[in-house]
């Protein structure tokens, strides 16, 4: 069983930047993936970003060149650095990983961004 606990989120205004963070109850080998997925309303939740050691992170286009990954296996977070964000970017956002045959989400953090 792995929890999940996200938190930064909250308003923010177009072009600024929030910082997410993801924690884990337990430890989470470096190369086992760790995802952030986001869901807007009325839209299907998306891939949109996912990190792994001996690979480069994977981003989704719309988020390419603004948001970054990163994650500290010692402390079991993960992180998503936010930045230029636009009013597409509004949204929950939830933390990912698939470990030991099972697919655990955290409860998501909501994201807004406002002009």
């Known amino acids: 069983q792995v929890q999940l606990v996200e938190s930064g989120g909250g308003l923010a205004q177009a072009g600024g930047s929030l910082t997410l963070s993801c924690k884990a109850s337990?430890?989470?080998?470096?190369?086992?993936?760790m995802a952030w997925y986001r869901q807007a309303p009325g839209k299907q939740r998306e891939l949109v970003a996912r990190?792994?050691?001996?690979?480069?992170?994977d981003y989704a286009d719309s988020v390419m060149g603004r948001f970054t990954i990163s994650r500290d296996n010692a402390k079991y977070m993960v992180y998503l650095e936010m930045k230029g964000l636009k009013r597409e970017d509004t949204a929950v956002y939830y933390c990912?990983?698939?470990?030991?045959?099972?697919?655990?989400w955290g409860q998501g953090t909501q994201v807004t961004v406002d002009y």
């Open positions: 337990r430890s989470i080998h470096s190369s086992i993936p």
């Open positions: 990912n990983v698939r470990h030991a045959g099972s697919n655990y």
């Open positions: 990190i792994r050691s001996g690979r480069d992170p």
